[in-house]
């Protein structure tokens, strides 16, 4: 499985941005993709993830606000992020879990005035 994630950049506080993740590869048996989120000097977090029944959960800080959707015929996973605050930045990872978890490289999105 491989995972490239874009979309990232710089936006003002309450904007909005939306990332994809492409996929490839063997990707019969994921159990579940999503986004996950790293801040400096902190631990990497969910922020959502929707499984192969199209259930979505998302972290309590973006409940509302983001949203994880799939168009498996662009192979691709995308995050939608509105009302953005200063602490949603971070670098994004896509991932894929299917017995191991995959793991994109990761995008960068700052949120500042």
């Known amino acids: 499985v491989q995972l490239v994630e874009s979309g990232g950049g710089w936006v003002q506080p309450g904007g909005s941005l939306r990332l994809s993740c492409v996929f490839s590869?063997?990707?019969?048996?994921?159990?579940?993709m999503g986004w996950y989120r790293q801040a400096p000097g902190k631990q990497r977090d969910l922020a959502a993830a929707?499984?192969?029944?199209?259930?979505?959960r998302y972290g309590d800080s973006v409940k509302g606000r983001f949203t994880i959707s799939r168009d498996n015929a662009k192979n691709t996973l995308y995050l939608q992020m509105n009302s953005l605050k200063p602490e949603d930045t971070a670098v994004y990872y896509c991932?894929?879990?299917?017995?191991?978890?995959?793991w994109g490289k990761g995008t960068l999105v700052t949120v500042s005035s």
């Open positions: 929707i499984n192969f029944e199209n259930t979505t």
């Open positions: 590869g063997r990707m019969f048996g994921v159990k579940e």
């Open positions: 991932n894929a879990i299917r017995g191991t978890t995959f």
